[in-house]
């Protein structure tokens, strides 16, 4: 799923091409015979990644992970697997979309907006609430994989899913699924109205690039809206920044469904994508 992204995102624009292309030169990444890179990166590091292969910098400069999945994907399989240190050095770059690397030898600021795709699996052993395998790990064992992934960072990450395993029988009867030419158009269409509704903000291209006066004057939510958003703040605790992330996702599903308005089933679509911020998650079944 993380792989096929790319292939639903819309086209490198040319000034996003041309940035994609200057750090892969830099990085010495760029293949031979190629001027110009026209498809999106998809970056996917091994979790025994170092920091500095991550983030960038080292005795010699060269671009970190970060940076070479700029304007595209970067997916960190077994998230609770990678250096914490590594893991909260990204917060920042997650929120300004670039990265300053400052050395005695050198600083370099290299831009870094990303999609983060991370994945994990409830617990050590994980098969934690799986109704089909018992979990074999302890509740502190369970709580100290979780513990890896700090809440400010989880804050940062808009949509948040649990999957269930699913059954035999349901894997062999699927039916072939959406072609991924088609769930482009959607996304080409959301993008569309999202840089018209940005044209004279300079710098802002998507609605996750918002600022908080931004929100204010682009998503306004109904009162059914706003009172589902407040019993959801109240009841799981989430933070101010989550608040603003709901609002953004919600702006987007009210986009791909052509809404000028954010209404009542954008914003609760919105909320139920935070399963991490719930309080019970990582006490079901203890």
Not at 10 to 20: A, C, G, H, V, W
Not at 51 to 71: C, K, M, Q, W, Y
Not at 142 to 160: A, E, T, V
Not at 243 to 251: D, E, N
Request: charged content about 25%; some cysteine.
């Amino acid at each position: 799923m993380a792989k096929r992204l790319p292939s639903i995102l819309p086209q490198l624009t040319l000034s996003e091409s041309l940035e994609t292309t200057q750090i892969y030169s830099v990085a010495g990444l760029l293949e031979s015979g190629t001027s110009l890179i026209a498809h999106r990166p998809f970056r996917s590091p091994h979790h025994t990644i170092s920091d500095v292969a991550l983030i960038g910098g080292g005795s010699t400069f060269r671009p970190g992970e970060i940076s070479l999945a700029h304007n595209g994907v970067l997916f960190l399989d077994e998230l609770p697997e990678f250096s914490r240190t590594a893991l909260e050095t990204m917060r920042q770059p997650l929120e300004d979309r670039q990265i300053s690397i400052s050395r005695a030898k050198y600083n370099a600021t290299l831009p870094c907006s990303f999609m983060l795709v991370a994945s994990m699996n409830p617990c050590p052993c994980g098969y934690y609430g799986d109704p089909n395998h018992k979990c074999m790990c302890d509740p502190w064992q369970i709580q100290r994989y979780m513990n890896k992934i700090s809440g400010p960072l989880l804050d940062r990450i808009d949509i948040q899913c649990e999957i269930a395993a699913i059954p035999f029988s349901e894997l062999s009867k699927a039916a072939p699924g959406e072609p991924s030419a088609a769930i482009r158009e959607r996304v080409v269409a959301a993008r569309q109205i999202q840089a018209e509704r940005f044209k004279d903000f300079k710098g802002i291209h998507c609605n996750a690039q918002m600022t908080e006066k931004m929100l204010q004057e682009f998503v306004a939510p109904d009162e059914e809206s706003l009172r589902t958003l407040r019993d959801a703040m109240e009841r799981f605790s989430l933070s101010a920044r989550a608040y603003s992330r709901i609002l953004k996702v919600a702006r987007t599903i009210a986009d791909l469904d052509a809404s000028q308005q954010v209404k009542y089933p954008h914003v609760a679509e919105a909320v139920s994508y935070r399963n991490l911020d719930r309080g019970d998650w990582a006490e079901r079944g203890i």
